[in-house]
């Protein structure tokens, strides 16, 4: 298997930053990269969350849909939320 060389320098986290502004790497880019890394992570874990919730959602509905109450005057209700009914005559 051949060796695959880097096209660019290594950059360590004392070595001097390349954006040039004489500070070191890890307290110039590299937080930087750091930051931008944190917030990506965080929109995915905020993705799946909003994508589960609207999954339990949308299971919760199909349930009522699928399971209506019939009260004793033949009327149909469907269970919505904070305990009111919707009445369908």
């Known amino acids: 298997m051949p ?3 880097r096209q660019h320098e290594k950059l360590e986290r004392n070595s001097l930053c390349p954006c040039e502004s004489g500070k070191k790497y890890k307290k ?3 937080k930087k990269i750091r930051a931008k890394e944190q917030k990506t992570y ?3 874990y905020e993705s799946k969350r909003i994508a589960k919730a609207k999954k339990n959602v949308a299971a919760g509905i199909q ?3 699928d399971h209506p109450i019939i009260l004793p005057d033949n009327k149909l209700t469907v269970p919505g939320n904070g305990g009111s009914n919707i009445i369908i005559p």
């Open 42 to 44: 965080e929109m995915i």
């Open 28 to 30: 110039c880019c590299l």
């Open 63 to 65: 349930h009522d849909i």
């Open 3 to 5: 060796t695959i060389k």
